[in-house]
């Protein structure tokens, strides 16, 4: 199968680089191991999309990003925050056209004032509903266009490089156990974070960091590995189905929420507002469990207890029926929250044409490292999916433009092997990896947690260890042996860069070693090597 | 049901064949089976203890255990670009 630009994920960042793509004059080849726009983070987003419209307050991107500099703790890339930021309004004025329906007062679309923002900037679709708004609408607009192919249930196993050039890549079509070959002039990572590595995370199954490993073993380099942003009051008890665990966060930005420890005193001095950033707040947290402040199950309190219920019902509608289903009452009880591992900083290090450094392979949206530093201001995860995901578009189809359409050659076949391989049931090891990531290299991180972590990561093979054909048919382990093996190599880059990091910044908090350190305001970059992976600076 | 059938993947048979892509959130919408004969998604019926029967969708394709086919037919890798539906098995 051939085209001119190949997208590898099918969330907000592939959507809209598909669709930037098409418009540019390419054909587009749009793939998702799950269903076309229902697998990613987007999907799930509950939350705000910062832009500085200056519909609530006079604004000016400038101002988006000095604080979107602030929140990321000197590691910014300012370019790449810097288009981030500036290309953020035209996005959501392109997404209010095409009927996203961003929640409006009767003279303009609202904007309310996150954690880590100077004034109001942030837009949300009620109730709740930002994610699936937004996937819906990106659907809409691809489903009108013939230019663009979409496949779902397509695993990419690996990129296909030749003489140092992507060229397309490997997959498997999931359902049926077919092996295939996607020739394409340009291809674009989109495939969005890593946050399935650790036991309590707020993704969907899909982002086990699939894009890092294929960025890392088609040549290309990683930045920033050790920021993953963990968002201090997720969910945490009572059970709650039917509901994203970062649910709070709206709530918290409409009716303010005193967040409590086990001794029901505010510990951040918020006095009801909503203003701690994430990497603060989630510290925070952390430090009265650890002092025996903590609730029942290990978190804080969070409570609108002070909220009346037609003050929640205005706000949130039939979100408050669903709370009810499983028995939560907010007029009566506060519920606990601690931090889940939420979005990754790090990433495919690109330019500002969203361009990596193997030619011809692009990358977009949470894929790409470097525009949060060690630590991503609210409301910035789905302006970035929609920013990044346009420009790799339209730079991915200028290329192609002038590029022929390429052939795989046999001898550089890199898909799956042949080769059977034998092992215990790898869902289990997904689960121990989860297990370990969860313990030693969540927010609060040692050098001795780290080592232990790197040895049991170790244990589960080579980092680069080969992955089997599936059998014929739906193979569900055939789908664990390859997310483990994706999972592992990218857990490593995490572990290896933490342990490097000896200091304290942002979402990378190192209690032996405290405090920010001027000697290490630079990045990390992650590259594998013959030798396994390797670090510079 | 959804968390117990991942526990059962994990802890007893990793080959049984699930779909979902949120785990709780009910955002994806991808964990839809049938359970006692009616159609619910799999993340937000709790389980009791009683006897459940679960089964796949009745009326999409089977292709394997709780898995039907349910992506769009032109977003399918042998893309039909027709809405209809092949009948179940």
């Known amino acids: 199968m051939q085209t001119d630009v190949l997208i590898v994920g099918a969330g907000a960042a592939g959507m809209y680089a598909a669709i930037s793509a098409a418009r540019a004059g390419s054909q587009v080849m749009l793939v998702d191991r799950s269903l076309i726009g229902r697998g990613g983070a987007t999907v799930m987003a509950q939350m705000t999309v910062a832009a500085a419209l200056g519909e609530e307050a006079p604004d000016h991107w400038e101002h988006h990003l000095a604080d979107t500099l602030a929140a990321g703790r000197g590691l910014c890339d300012p370019a790449l925050a810097r288009l981030l930021c500036e290309d953020a309004p035209e996005c959501i004025r392109e997404m209010d056209r095409w009927g996203v329906g961003w929640a409006r007062n009767t003279k303009h679309i609202r904007q309310v004032q996150a954690p880590g923002h100077d004034r109001p900037r942030c837009v949300y679709v009620d109730f709740v509903n930002t994610g699936p708004a937004v996937s ?220 990596t450094s193997v030619p011809h392979l692009f990358a977009a949206g949470e894929a790409v490292g470097g525009a949060s530093g060690a630590n991503r201001l609210s409301g910035n995860a789905i302006t970035e999916a929609f920013t990044f995901g346009r420009r790799a578009g339209l730079r991915a189809a200028a290329l192609a433009a002038k590029t022929a359409i390429p052939s795989i050659r046999q001898e550089s076949e890199t898909g799956p092997s042949s080769v059977p391989v034998s092992r215990p049931n790898p869902a289990a090891e997904i689960a121990r990896l989860q297990q370990v990531m969860n313990e030693h290299v969540g927010p609060l991180r040692t050098r001795s947690g780290l080592e232990r972590a790197l040895e049991q990561i170790t244990e589960l093979g080579p980092e680069c260890g080969t992955l089997p054909a599936p059998r014929a048919g739906l193979d569900p382990e055939w789908l664990d042996l390859h997310d483990l093996r994706n999972m592992r190599l990218v857990a490593e880059c995490i572990v290896r860069a933490a342990l490097a990091r000896e200091e304290s910044r942002g979402a990378h908090q190192r209690q032996d070693c405290p405090g920010t350190s001027e000697r290490w305001q630079n990045h990390q970059r992650v590259r594998l090597a013959s030798d396994g992976v390797r670090l510079e600076r | 049901m959804l968390d117990a059938l991942r526990w059962i993947r994990i802890h007893r048979d990793p080959s049984l064949a699930i779909r979902f892509s949120c785990i ?66």
């Open chain 1, 136 to 355: 819906k609408t990106l659907r809409a607009q691809l489903n009108r266009i013939p230019e663009i192919r979409r496949i779902g249930e397509l695993v990419v196993t690996d990129l296909a490089v030749q003489d140092g050039i992507c060229v397309g890549a490997h997959a498997v079509h999931v359902i049926s156990g077919e092996l295939l070959s996607l020739h394409a002039k340009a291809t674009i990572i989109a495939t969005g974070g890593l946050t399935r590595l650790y036991q309590r995370n707020s993704a969907s199954i899909n982002m086990g960091g699939d894009g890092y490993a294929l960025a890392l073993r088609a040549g290309a380099e990683l930045v920033d590995m050790e920021f993953v942003q963990f968002f201090p009051i997720g969910h945490l008890a009572p059970r709650l189905v039917g509901m994203d665990p970062i649910m709070w966060d709206p709530f918290r930005y409409k009716l303010g929420g005193k967040l409590l420890n086990a001794e029901m005193q505010e510990f951040l001095n918020e006095d009801g507002r909503y203003v701690s950033v994430r990497d603060q707040a989630t510290h925070a947290i952390l430090a009265e469990v650890a002092a025996g402040r903590g609730t029942p199950h290990g978190g804080a309190w969070l409570s609108f207890r002070h909220c009346s219920e037609a003050e929640l019902r205005l706000a949130f509608g039939p979100i408050i029926d669903r709370l009810a289903e499983n028995g939560i009452d907010l007029t009566r009880q506060a519920i606990e929250v601690a931090p889940i591992a939420h979005y990754h900083m790090g990433g495919i290090r690109a330019d500002t044409d969203m361009q």
């Open chain 2, 24 to 89: 709780n959130a009910n955002a994806c919408k991808e964990c839809m089976i049938s359970v006692d004969g009616k159609t619910v998604y799999a993340c937000t019926t709790r389980l009791t203890e009683n006897e459940m029967a679960l089964e796949p969708l009745p009326n999409k394709t089977l292709i394997k255990d709780l898995v039907t086919e349910i992506a769009p037919p032109d977003e399918r890798l042998k893309a039909t670009g027709s809405s209809a539906e092949p009948a179940g098995e």
